[in-house]
């Protein structure tokens, strides 16, 4: 695998179900990040890990929790979403600034 | 406060002409980072190309060039004899040393090149 890579790439989910969002990047990168893209939207930064810390947290509501257990891993836990959090979410890894981002191919979620 | 315009929603032109995607920024930082990605209809964002605040030499790559006025805060990005691959959404996209590693992305400029 190269680059960053990113699983399931689809997802459908009801409202009570529970899932998570995997994010893996093969580049050596010490930052990652999620990103939601919505229809009609601007994308927006959910959160930055530098280090497997985290350093942003854009007012995501708690129903959004990340967890970044090394460099390598970024998880999405999604649990009680609302159809309005249908989106496409992307993960993103970089070397700290001022280095491009470089993006997964993201995963397409429906919450029905 | 930092900001990045792209005031073209939509654009369509016709395969082999020459167009052009504005980008206008906003930052009080005199250290800054701008950016340009293609989003396919795939969904991956694409990296096409990172200009430092200090370098404002025009660059080509094949048939695309960016051209980077300070004077008026635009990163401009041309695609000369456009194909229907270059269909796409563009993203220009800024960071500063006071943002670090949080970009702020453009809206995106929706491209389509009719065979």
């Known amino acids: 695998e190269t680059g960053v890579t990113q699983t399931p790439r689809h997802l459908v989910m009801g409202m009570t179900n529970k899932k998570s969002l995997k994010c893996e990047q093969h580049?050596?990168?010490?930052?990652m990040y999620w990103y939601k893209q919505s229809a009609k939207k601007p994308l927006e930064l959910m959160f930055v890990y530098n280090f497997k810390e985290q350093t942003e947290n854009n007012s995501v509501p708690s129903r959004f929790s990340p967890e970044c257990p090394n460099s390598s891993h970024l998880f999405l836990h999604l649990h009680t979403l609302q159809p309005e959090d249908s989106a496409l979410y992307l993960c993103?890894?970089?070397?700290?600034?001022?280095?491009?981002?470089?993006f997964g191919p993201g995963t397409r979620l429906t919450v029905t | 406060a930092q900001k990045v315009t792209q005031a073209q929603t939509e654009i369509s032109v016709v395969e082999k002409e020459d167009v052009t995607l504005d980008c206008v920024y906003e930052t009080r930082d005199t250290t800054y980072y701008l950016f340009w990605y293609k989003q396919p209809p795939s969904g991956e964002l694409v990296f096409l190309i990172r200009?430092?605040?200090?370098?404002?030499q025009n660059e080509i790559s094949g048939r695309y060039s960016w051209n980077f006025q300070k004077s008026t805060s635009s990163f401009n990005f041309t695609i000369t004899a456009s194909q229907v691959v270059d269909s796409a959404v563009y993203f220009c996209a800024l960071s500063d040393q006071n943002t670090g590693n949080q970009f702020y992305f453009g809206t995106g400029t929706s491209l389509t090149v009719i065979p």
């Open positions: 993103a890894s970089s070397q700290t600034y001022p280095y491009e981002q470089y």
């Open positions: 580049l050596g990168h010490n930052a």
């Open positions: 200009r430092n605040s200090f370098d404002e």
